[in-house]
């Protein structure tokens, strides 16, 4: 076997495995999106319907238009103790939503606020070392159950408990030390030469970083900002411990339909599975050649 032909079959492999792999990863968001369309007698058949031939538009109906589960149509069967789809707790998805955003962007737009400033100073002033840089990213290492606890009582004791600002401290605190270390090595790629030659046209030292250190890192900027929303967005545990009924964020809602009372709604489960993910891919699609370059532009090295 030749060169050519040896390249070719690592080609023909590693296409191979990429396809593969595109299955994996694929699979469970197409099986969510078809659990979605399906009639209730079809979320446990065997075997498994990959796509309903009556598929409907009726778990989104049911979960984002506050109306009761599906009942008969023609063509469809009568869904029995139809009251067991639908509990008190999981009927408040617009509110989880709106919830989730408030929290979300807000302690998003703060970390990556904040962790920008901070990544300036530790780049050009070495405000912390690398020593505290590391145990800065250490404190995110520490699993949420850890202080879950400690914090309910806390947050208790000076009434933030089930209350929109307390999520945004915790998510703040806790995607802060991302933020920094994501920020820095944008913040590195930018010679200190831009700068002084900005300072000597008569530039002040916040007009430099304002007009020409952030626009060049703008895409950094741009891929932290996303990949900190994912964090804060997705989070489950902490929001479950912080919150009890007034502010809900869409994870929690997800686990509601899911219960003893009304048992596993699979069909209004991959519903609002989808409400939670379709607003993360609309932002990715937009801004996808920011996310390019952000996530490229940190890795090369002067």
Same mark, same amino acid.
């Given at each position: 076997?030749?060169?050519?032909?040896?390249? !070719?079959?690592f080609?023909?492999? !590693?296409? *191979?495995?990429? +396809?593969i792999?595109?299955?994996?990863?694929?699979?469970?968001?197409?099986?969510?999106?078809?659990?979605?369309?399906?009639?209730?007698?079809?979320? /446990? *058949?065997w075997?498994?319907?990959?796509?309903s &031939?009556?598929?409907?538009?009726?778990?989104?109906?049911?979960v984002w238009?506050?109306?009761?589960s599906?009942?008969?149509?023609?063509?469809?069967?009568?869904?029995?103790?139809?009251?067991?789809y639908?509990s008190?707790?999981?009927?408040?998805?617009? &509110?989880?939503?709106?919830?989730?955003?408030?929290?979300?962007?807000?302690?998003t737009?703060?970390?990556?606020?904040?962790?920008?400033?901070?990544?300036?100073?530790v780049?050009? =002033? !070495?405000?912390?070392?690398?020593?505290?840089?590391?145990?800065?990213? @250490?404190?995110?290492? %520490?699993?949420p159950?850890?202080? *879950?606890?400690?914090?309910?009582?806390?947050y208790?004791?000076?009434?933030?408990?089930? $209350?929109?600002?307390?999520l945004? %401290?915790? =998510?703040?605190? $806790?995607?802060l030390? =991302?933020?920094?270390?994501?920020t820095?090595?944008?913040? #590195?790629?930018?010679? @200190?030469?831009?700068?002084q030659?900005?300072?000597?046209?008569?530039?002040?030292?916040?007009?430099?970083?304002?007009?020409?250190?952030?626009?060049?890192?703008?895409?950094?900027?741009?891929?932290? +900002?996303?990949?900190?929303? %994912?964090?804060?967005?997705?989070?489950?545990?902490?929001?479950?411990?912080?919150?009890k @009924?007034?502010? @809900? $964020?869409?994870?929690?809602?997800?686990?509601?339909y899911?219960?003893? #009372?009304?048992?596993?709604?699979?069909?209004? &489960? *991959?519903?609002?599975?989808?409400?939670?993910?379709?607003?993360?891919?609309?932002?990715?699609?937009?801004?996808r050649? /920011?996310?390019?370059?952000?996530?490229?532009?940190?890795m090369?090295?002067?």
């Amino acid at each position: 076997m030749n060169r050519v032909q040896k390249a !070719r079959l690592f080609t023909i492999f !590693r296409y *191979a495995m990429l +396809f593969i792999w595109s299955v994996i990863v694929a699979f469970p968001i197409f099986w969510i999106v078809s659990t979605s369309f399906k009639p209730d007698w079809e979320w /446990h *058949a065997w075997p498994p319907v990959y796509w309903s &031939q009556e598929a409907s538009w009726a778990n989104y109906r049911a979960v984002w238009g506050r109306t009761q589960s599906p009942r008969a149509t023609s063509g469809e069967k009568v869904a029995t103790e139809t009251a067991r789809y639908e509990s008190h707790s999981a009927n408040k998805p617009w &509110q989880a939503l709106w919830n989730s955003l408030y929290i979300a962007i807000t302690a998003t737009a703060l970390s990556v606020a904040f962790g920008a400033i901070l990544a300036y100073g530790v780049s050009r =002033y !070495r405000i912390l070392s690398e020593i505290r840089m590391f145990q800065l990213l @250490v404190l995110r290492m %520490i699993p949420p159950i850890v202080v *879950a606890a400690p914090l309910t009582l806390y947050y208790s004791a000076i009434h933030l408990m089930d $209350t929109a600002l307390g999520l945004i %401290i915790v =998510y703040f605190i $806790t995607t802060l030390p =991302y933020s920094v270390w994501m920020t820095k090595s944008f913040v #590195d790629e930018v010679p @200190v030469e831009i700068e002084q030659a900005a300072e000597i046209l008569g530039a002040t030292k916040w007009q430099a970083i304002r007009e020409v250190i952030f626009p060049l890192i703008r895409s950094g900027i741009v891929a932290t +900002f996303l990949f900190i929303l %994912i964090l804060t967005w997705s989070e489950y545990l902490l929001s479950l411990m912080l919150s009890k @009924v007034d502010v @809900v $964020t869409l994870p929690v809602q997800l686990a509601k339909y899911e219960g003893s #009372d009304e048992g596993r709604v699979y069909g209004h &489960q *991959a519903a609002l599975a989808v409400g939670i993910t379709l607003p993360l891919m609309i932002i990715g699609i937009f801004i996808r050649k /920011h996310l390019v370059r952000g996530f490229t532009f940190g890795m090369v090295k002067r």
